[in-house]
């Protein structure tokens, strides 16, 4: 059985990801209830847990299959998450995304993480993936009318 300090350091390296994470998808308030669900679970099964190599991923669905999407969410001002300064009404545009392409344009480029991992952390294919994140910034590129892929 892992040690309680190998799950504190788990949890250090995960908590952060699974947090920023679940803010596009289940808002502030239930990012929270999802991370804890998620390291709930995480504490339960550490053995299985610590072996394996994308454990956020793992995690982040655990925290979707037990955690309910109550309301549409909330997305956090930029400077809440140390994000740089954004055109203002990126936020309400990234509501207007379909779910699947909010969470894999804000897993991709505002989490920074890989396409594999979106993709086992979303239960889908990494160039379903791709398609999400292309087709969610092509809609962002519409409604801000940008003409070039700069």
């Known amino acids: 059985m892992a040690a309680a300090g190998d799950f504190e350091d788990l949890v250090g390296e995960v908590e952060p ?52 999407i109550r309301r549409r969410p909330v997305l956090p001002p930029p400077e809440a998450l140390g994000l740089p300064e954004i055109e203002p009404q990126l936020i309400p545009a990234l509501l207007d995304l379909s779910p699947p392409q909010r969470t894999a344009v804000w897993l991709v480029h505002a989490c920074q993480w890989r396409y594999a991992e979106v993709a086992e952390a979303m239960g889908i294919s990494a160039s379903a993936v791709g398609t999400h994140v292309q087709r969610g910034l092509d809609h962002l590129r519409d409604r801000f009318e940008v003409r070039d892929r700069a």
């Open 17 to 68: 990801r699974l947090r920023r994470a679940f803010v596009a998808s289940h808002g502030v308030d239930g990012a929270a209830d999802a991370v804890a669900e998620a390291l709930a679970w995480a504490w339960e099964h550490r053995d299985e847990v610590r072996a394996m190599a994308n454990p956020a991923g793992y995690l982040y669905r655990v925290g979707q299959s037990r955690s309910r």
